[in-house]
């Protein structure tokens, strides 16, 4: 059974920086596309960042510029390092694996931005 492991959020002014780290327990991990979500309370889940197995990346919009997605394959982890954080980023954060039919998520991390 594979499992990710998030690690890194948690309570942050608006400006500031954090960053999310999820470890895979999976033998390879370099064939996998992953990617981190966000679900606001009372909102829909939203992709925020994604990061292929050639480490193609694409964001979305509102964190263009900001967040840095990236991915160590050696430790079998990818990481999101959110600067500049806005009150509007709070969220649940979660992490995503995904490889054909496979598709893992992680347990979420809470980030929120408050003054």
């Known amino acids: 059974q594979v499992q990710l492991v998030e690690s890194g959020g948690g309570l942050v002014q608006p400006g500031g920086s954090l960053r999310l780290s999820c470890a895979a327990s999976v033998s390879d991990f370099s064939p996998y596309y992953t990617a981190w979500y966000r679900q606001a309370p009372g909102q829909s889940r939203e992709v925020v960042a994604v990061i292929g197995e050639s480490s193609i990346t694409a964001y979305a919009d509102s964190v263009k510029g900001r967040f840095i997605i990236s991915r160590d394959n050696a430790k079998k982890t990818f990481y999101l390092q959110m600067n500049s954080l806005k009150l509007e980023d709070t969220a649940v954060y979660l992490c995503?694996?995904?490889?054909?039919?496979?598709?893992?998520w992680g347990q979420g991390t809470q980030v929120t931005v408050s003054s």
């Open positions: 995503n694996l995904r490889r054909g039919i496979e598709n893992y």
